[in-house]
């Protein structure tokens, strides 16, 4: 059927991984390994599920491209998955089983040994650090007056207000009369400072600029940044809010007025940012040289982080929760992950050396640590009991479901706890059903007034479906399509799974070939 995938073709698919490769693009042994830890899996874990995926896609290719499931079969249950549906449902829930469970020491003792995995205890580890940023620096800085001041005068004496500005446009042509157009400048200047709330209409008027012209010759706010020419920015610069000048610029003569001018904050304005600003600057630079103090004390101190937090001042924090290789998913970096469970830090409980992510560090050290084990039945008896009444409640109430559904085809009238009528549009179906219930769904269409009935599975708990009515929605071709995809895929899924239940059954699994070699690649 060319569905397999070969034990070479996934090992390419890993060296291809740029999540694997190093700088120059080659297969990194150690980020694979990084990678597996994190993951919580072996290397033949991870072989197998990229085999399932993509045979799996394969055979999902093949039932859609109609090498499986035929046209017409797709065409005719596609109509009844676009179905209109008025319902009534009813639950076998589980739980009313539960107490007519048997449960004896032999059942939970041999429900135990057939997946012992579900009560793997995760190798794990309790840590300490000491953690050095620029923040932590920053707050131990100590700031002058004099400092401040000093900072505070150097910003003023570079800084320029911002200014809002408008202004009447008369340019300078190649050839032009310069004096007429100045003299033409000046005679508008006189009305502007004449009517200064006529300067808008003015603008309008007689600007040359015609980007500003009718929104009353409006620059917006000016400053040293802004990309005028710089003869320009320096005159108006001179200028109060509510002064109308005339400025001259290489592109001709401006009639500017200050609408708005926004100051310059005073030394009590600025004083808090600017302590800020030169305490984390005293911090940066005080970063390098304590991160490499922290990194000597520690070696030299192999065994203790206390000699590294006497010499730095930092606090050694405590994390007593214990953290396992799946941490990603409790917001530990992954650096952390790394060195944590190093055979230096984990089996030796040295400390680390000095992890850095963005300007902040840190140092590990291990203060208890855990193996992976499989703990003794008598250990986790509670915790088996409580899964194996779950599991044998859902394999009775299963039964009991089949049951009644096979009472309510028939014609009988079991009691149940039926839900109210409802409709149930295909959009809602295909959202709120899994794939193998909502194709048992499918199958369940009334005839002559007559209900049908399914049994839905892959549910919370089982649920019996009364289907009162069935009304076929007419779909554009965009929608048919798809759901004929939808049907195709799960078709192939369905051959699949059982076509791998039959390899697995009559023929002897092999496993141990998987090893990738990182020295061949």
């Not at 401006?254 to 305490?279: C, M, P, W, Y």
């Not at 009988?412 to 194709?439: H, I, V």
């Not at 076509?499 to 009559?506: G, P, V």
């Amino acid at each position: 059927m060319g569905i397999n995938v070969s034990l070479e073709q996934l090992k390419q698919v890993i060296m291809d991984d740029k999540g694997f490769q190093d700088e120059n693009g080659r297969f990194n042994e150690q980020k694979f390994r990084n990678f597996l830890a994190q993951s919580g899996m072996t290397e033949d874990q991870l072989i197998e599920k990229l085999r399932h995926q993509f045979e799996l896609q394969n055979v999902a290719n093949l039932a859609a491209n109609g090498n499986i499931v035929s046209s017409q079969q797709l065409e005719r249950i596609a109509k009844l998955m676009q179905a209109e549906r008025e319902i009534r449902t009813a639950v076998v829930d589980p739980r009313n089983f539960a107490t007519g469970i048997k449960v004896d020491d032999a059942a939970l003792k041999a429900y135990y040994d057939k997946d012992k995995s579900k009560y793997l205890i995760p190798k794990a580890v309790k840590f300490e650090y000491i953690e050095l940023s620029a923040k932590t620096l920053a707050d131990r800085q100590t700031v002058s007056e004099e400092e401040v001041k000093k900072a505070f005068a150097e910003q003023q004496s570079s800084a320029q207000p911002k200014q809002e500005v408008s202004h009447i446009m008369f340019a300078l042509t190649q050839g032009g009369d310069k004096a007429k157009i100045k003299a033409e400048a000046e005679k508008v200047l006189a009305e502007a400072k004449a009517a200064p709330d006529n300067f808008a209409s003015l603008a309008q008027k007689y600007s040359q600029d015609t980007a500003t012209a009718q929104s009353g010759g409006a620059l917006g706010v000016v400053d040293k940044s802004s990309a005028l020419p710089e003869e320009f920015k320096a005159a108006i610069a001179k200028l109060n809010k509510g002064d109308i000048a005339l400025v001259e610029s290489t592109a001709g003569f401006h009639v500017v007025r200050i609408t708005n001018t926004q100051g310059q904050q005073t030394f009590d304005q600025a004083k808090a940012s600017l302590e800020a600003e030169l305490k984390q600057k005293k911090a940066q630079q005080a970063l390098a040289q304590m991160r490499q103090t922290l990194s000597q004390t520690t070696f030299d101190f192999p065994d203790s982080l206390k000699a590294a937090a006497e010499k730095t001042g930092l606090p050694i924090q405590s994390h007593n929760e214990w953290l396992s290789q799946n941490a990603v998913q409790q917001n530990i970096p992954a650096e952390w992950l790394e060195v944590l469970f190093s055979d230096e830090v984990f089996k030796k409980k040295h400390n680390s050396d000095v992890i850095t992510v963005g300007d902040t560090s840190w140092v590990l050290r291990a203060t208890e640590t855990r193996e992976e084990s499989t703990p003794a039945f008598e250990q986790v008896k509670e915790q088996v009991r409580t899964a194996y009444v779950n599991s044998e409640s859902a394999k009775a109430a299963m039964e009991q479901a089949k049951k009644l559904l096979a009472e309510l085809q028939k014609g009988g009238k079991p009691e149940l706890a039926w839900s109210e009528k409802e409709t149930l549009s295909a959009s809602d179906a295909r959202l709120r059903l899994s794939p193998q219930a909502l194709a048992a769904l499918a199958k369940a269409h009334p005839t002559d007034g007559k209900p049908a009935y399914a049994l839905l599975e892959g549910q919370p708990a089982p649920l019996l479906v009364e289907v009162l009515s069935s009304k076929v929605q007419k779909a554009d071709a965009d929608e048919s399509k798809k759901l004929k995809n939808e049907l195709a895929q799960r078709t192939g899924v369905g051959m699949y799974t059982g076509l791998l239940t039959y390899l697995k059954t009559n023929i002897p699994l092999k496993q141990g070939a998987q090893k990738l070699d990182s020295d061949k690649h």
